[in-house]
């Protein structure tokens, strides 16, 4: 199964008069990286809430938003941060100084500002809490992992159709080079027999000459790791699984080969399915950066 690292997903759990919603949002990275944005009344699930990810996702730039609820009855007590106020009153005071200005700022503006004053139950229980993050978290991923998937098949879909492409230009050099040979030996020949007119023509010299021909302009080598090189892709994405780096190294050797290709050829054709090539491969490269 291929996937995508671009995807979404949300979950909500409730639990009485808690509730916890997570969404989770990737795009394409080298590596894995997970962000975490969540209440600091939560902070101590940072931790968990990493391991989590990394058992569903092996690659992409993961984000991670943790919302929190308790709307039960309790013990109550309101939190005031004043060393979050005062940085906040220290930022707006050069914002008014830096753009110029009136600073009309009051207590309330301080006071909605995020995390400034906090509602906090001291009824909460950690363990219940965690328990439900895991569960929202589960579950978002699975939702995340749906979108992945989907994204996954449509690319899957559109490189094995370029793959195509790429086998159909191959196949045409593959049936375009001996020509090639052929009508050089003839040219040639011909031009010898117009230089000479009715002399005798040393025939194992023009067979020496086209032998370096043919040498200098010979691909099959460069054809068969081509052909490789395609079945190895093709095989790849109809696996699938977290098959992303192997197929960018596979590109790369592509079009390593086919640029060899377009600088051996002196045939119009050849080359033009050579740059064809190495459009396929661009766009290819370009898909798979995509790939988990």
Same mark, same amino acid.
């Given at each position: 199964m291929l996937k995508s690292m671009?995807?979404?997903?949300?979950?909500?759990?409730?639990?009485?008069?808690? @509730? *916890?919603?997570?969404?989770?949002?990737?795009?394409?990275?080298?590596?894995?990286? *997970?962000?975490?944005? +969540?209440?600091?009344?939560?902070?101590?699930? #940072?931790?968990? *809430?990493?391991? #989590? =990810?990394?058992?569903?996702?092996?690659?992409?730039?993961?984000?991670?938003? $943790?919302?929190?609820?308790?709307?039960?009855?309790?013990?109550?007590?309101?939190?005031?941060?004043? =060393?979050?106020?005062? #940085?906040?009153?220290?930022?707006?005071?050069?914002?008014?100084?830096? +753009?110029? +200005?009136?600073?009309? =700022?009051?207590? &309330?503006? $301080? =006071?909605? &500002?995020?995390? *400034?004053?906090?509602?906090?139950?001291?009824?909460?229980? #950690?363990?219940?809490?965690? &328990?439900?993050?895991?569960?929202?978290?589960?579950?978002?991923?699975? @939702?995340?992992?749906?979108?992945r998937i989907e994204e996954g098949e449509r690319l899957k879909t559109d490189l094995l159709e370029k793959l195509d492409s790429m086998i159909e230009n191959v196949s045409f050099i593959k049936m375009k080079s001996p020509v090639i040979v052929a009508e050089y030996r003839e040219k040639i020949t011909g031009k010898i027999h117009e230089l000479l007119e009715d002399a005798q023509i040393d025939e194992a010299r023009i067979a020496q000459e086209v032998t370096i021909f043919s040498d200098k302009i010979c691909i099959d080598e460069e054809l068969v790791r081509l052909d490789s090189h395609i079945k190895a892709m093709r095989d790849d994405l109809i696996k699938g699984g977290t098959i992303g780096r192997r197929l960018d190294f596979i590109a790369q050797e592509m079009n390593r080969e086919a640029n060899t290709t377009l600088s051996k050829t002196t045939d119009a054709e050849i080359s033009e399915r050579a740059i064809l090539l190495k459009t396929d491969i661009e766009k290819i490269r370009e898909q798979i950066q995509n790939i988990e």
């Open positions: 671009t995807g979404f997903g949300r979950y909500e759990v409730s639990s009485g008069d808690r @509730k *916890v919603t997570v969404e989770i949002k990737s795009v394409n990275h080298r590596y894995l990286e *997970v962000g975490i944005k +969540l209440p600091r009344k939560l902070n101590f699930l #940072e931790s968990t *809430v990493r391991n #989590e =990810m990394r058992r569903y996702v092996d690659r992409g730039k993961v984000d991670v938003f $943790i919302t929190y609820e308790n709307l039960g009855e309790g013990d109550t007590c309101i939190r005031y941060n004043s =060393m979050l106020a005062k #940085e906040y009153y220290e930022c707006y005071k050069q914002i008014s100084k830096e +753009l110029g +200005l009136e600073n009309d =700022m009051k207590a &309330s503006h $301080i =006071m909605r &500002s995020p995390d *400034v004053v906090t509602i906090e139950n001291g009824q909460d229980d #950690e363990e219940i809490i965690e &328990s439900l993050v895991i569960r929202a978290i589960d579950g978002a991923v699975e @939702k995340l992992i749906e979108t």
